[in-house]
């Protein structure tokens, strides 16, 4: 059985007990994820990206951005990071402090070991073009919108009979001939309904 690559260990790593949520995104803890990169790679190292003035931020003169490299088995990765906000927003640079920048080296250099392969899977969907979460969510929308059909009528007519609700009321409310015909989200909000009318 051939020997794994470097890639290939690190990314076997499960990192998931020592990430932690902030709004919609995941962190990677950025000590945690150096010391299982040096414990195995003991060689490895990384660089903050400084300007020609000594600076460790870039700037286009509206916000800023840092630019890290971690090396390991003698291939580096680079990852440029905009220095934000707690909300993910680009700061204006004149709003920068020290704290936003030392937050943005952190983050960019724990992205950097991800294109290593450590945590690698965290990051999976957060860069997905607009153009692909645009379709995903028509696809969303076009099941919503889906009949029921067959063998859920049957199960939703056991619950409404069960819970004495009057059902062809309850066609007319949601403008539909058969139970079959009601959508899935009819079907959801109905059976939202009832779950809560039972507690």
């Avoid at 299982?36 to 600076?55: L, Q, S």
């Avoid at 680079?78 to 700061?91: A, F, K, T």
């Avoid at 690698?120 to 957060?126: D, N, P, R, S, V």
């Amino acid at each position: 059985m051939a020997e794994k690559n470097y890639f290939e260990e690190l990314n076997d790593i499960n990192v998931s007990d020592k990430t932690e949520k902030k709004g919609s995104l995941t962190y990677l803890s950025w000590v945690f994820a150096w010391g299982e990169i040096k414990k195995r790679h003991p060689d490895a190292n990384y660089r903050i990206y400084e300007t020609e003035n000594g600076c460790i931020y870039h700037t286009d003169g509206r916000t800023a951005w840092v630019k890290t490299g971690v090396t390991v088995n003698g291939i580096e990765h680079i990852e440029y990071l905009p220095v934000m906000d707690h909300r993910n927003q680009s700061i204006p640079l004149e709003k920068i402090t020290s704290m936003n920048v030392n937050t943005a080296i952190q983050r960019s250099l724990t992205k950097a070991i991800a294109r290593h392969g450590l945590g690698l899977y965290i990051y999976a969907g957060e860069d997905l073009p607009d153009v692909e979460k645009e379709k995903a969510d028509e696809e969303a929308e076009k099941m919503k919108k889906q009949p029921i059909g067959d063998r859920k009528a049957v199960a939703l007519r056991a619950m409404l009979e069960n819970a004495n609700v009057n059902i062809d009321a309850l066609l007319k409310q949601n403008k539909v001939n058969t139970l079959e015909e009601l959508t899935e989200e009819q079907h959801l909000a109905i059976v939202t309904q009832l779950q809560k009318a039972k507690k």
